[in-house]
């Protein structure tokens, strides 16, 4: 079984500073890696994913997050925020064999402000 | 390219009845899965369908069923509600596995009286 652990439940910076999502998981098999965006009202939209290779992953606007296999860690990053980056965010994963569920973690809500 | 659309977007629904929601899947796709995402929460893993048949589930009671019909679409159906059925259900579809991505719907807010 695997599980999600996003380390903070609310975040707060400024405009155009940098900004560090954590996310740590717990699995006993091999798992693909994902990050996914709400915005309030909407479903989920995908970032980024990590499904093998390189440990550094580019997803959509500007974000990006580096898969730790050793410290089972998966923490997203964005150089400079902006106000439309306000949202939920949520760090998931599935195992690479069978039917690929995703395991959500909590969430983080990213606070953008001026 | 019309992506995940689930119907209705919104219910109000009393204790003890019955609700059915609908996904139609992204063009293409021929998995669905459901999540069930309580206020302030991850959303947490229903059921999948794949080929009209339920090969996975989560940890959810028997109250929770659902269907997939030929064309792909799925219904979720929840009976006998309770309380703590209030959620958003979103509606993800896939070509095979997660590798591929999954496109989820903007959800049907349940909201149980």
């Known amino acids: 079984a695997q599980s999600v652990t996003q380390l903070d439940s609310q975040v707060p910076v400024f405009e155009e500073a940098p900004v560090e999502l954590r996310c740590n998981y717990s699995s006993s098999v091999s798992v693909y890696l994902f990050w996914y965006v709400q915005y309030p009202n909407q479903g989920l939209q995908l970032l980024l994913k990590y499904l093998s290779g390189s440990t550094l992953v580019k997803g959509i606007n500007g974000f990006e997050a580096e898969f730790n296999k050793s410290q089972t860690s998966f923490h997203l990053r964005k150089p400079s925020v902006h106000i439309s980056d306000t949202a939920e965010y949520f760090c998931?994963?599935?195992?690479?064999?069978?039917?690929?569920?995703?395991?959500f973690g909590a969430g983080t809500r990213l606070a953008v402000h001026p | 390219d019309a992506g995940v659309t689930q119907s209705p977007t919104h219910l109000i629904k009393t204790r003890g009845q019955q609700v059915t929601l609908r996904c139609s899947p992204k063009s293409g796709h021929d998995t669905v899965s459901w999540y069930q995402q309580a206020l302030g929460q991850g959303p947490q893993f229903i059921f999948q369908y794949y080929e009209e048949e339920e090969r996975q589930r989560g940890n959810f009671p028997d109250r929770f069923s659902g269907h997939q019909f030929p064309n792909y679409s799925s219904e979720l159906n929840v009976n006998a509600l309770l309380l703590g059925d209030s959620a958003l259900y979103l509606c993800?579809?896939?070509?095979?596995?997660?590798?591929?991505?999954?496109?989820f719907g903007s959800g049907t807010r349940l909201t149980v009286v």
């Open positions: 998931a994963v599935s195992d690479i064999s069978g039917y690929n569920k995703l395991i």
């Open positions: 993800a579809s896939s070509l095979g596995g997660a590798q591929n991505g999954y496109t």
